[in-house]
């Protein structure tokens, strides 16, 4: 049971990605989902979350206006579209499922972490 995390990447300061969270062996339609990231020498942050059913979003304020979490159709893959990104945002994303009822920002309420796709911003 992994959830992969694609679609990372190089772009220069005010562009834009948009990553992708996609699970295997196990159905996450039930459950909240999230986006961490880790800058090199930084501990892993959070930096996005939606709700089982897609209809709550949360975000830490250094993104909120520039990304956007989602869900596929198919409730099993969550997106994370990113503008206006800036150097700062560089680090390894990661997506996890919240396996837990805590606040949606807490990382120790979160499993199944894949390995990660790195985002570069150069300014």
């Known amino acids: 049971v992994q959830l992969q995390a694609s679609g990372g990447g190089l772009v220069t300061a005010g562009g834009s990605l948009e990553l992708s969270c996609a699970a295997s062996g196990r159905a996450f339609v039930n459950y909240g989902m999230g986006w961490f990231r880790q800058a090199p020498g930084k501990e892993r942050e959070f930096v996005a979350a939606?709700?089982?059913?897609?209809?709550?979003?949360y975000y830490t304020d250094s993104v909120t206006g520039r990304f956007t979490i989602y869900r596929g159709n198919a409730k099993n893959t969550v997106y994370l579209q990113m503008n206006s990104l800036k150097p700062e945002d560089t680090a390894v994303y990661y997506c996890a499922y919240k396996r837990y009822t805590g606040d949606y920002d807490s990382l120790p309420e979160y499993a199944s972490w894949g390995p990660g796709t790195q985002v570069t911003v150069s300014s």
């Open positions: 939606i709700s089982q059913g897609g209809d709550s979003t």
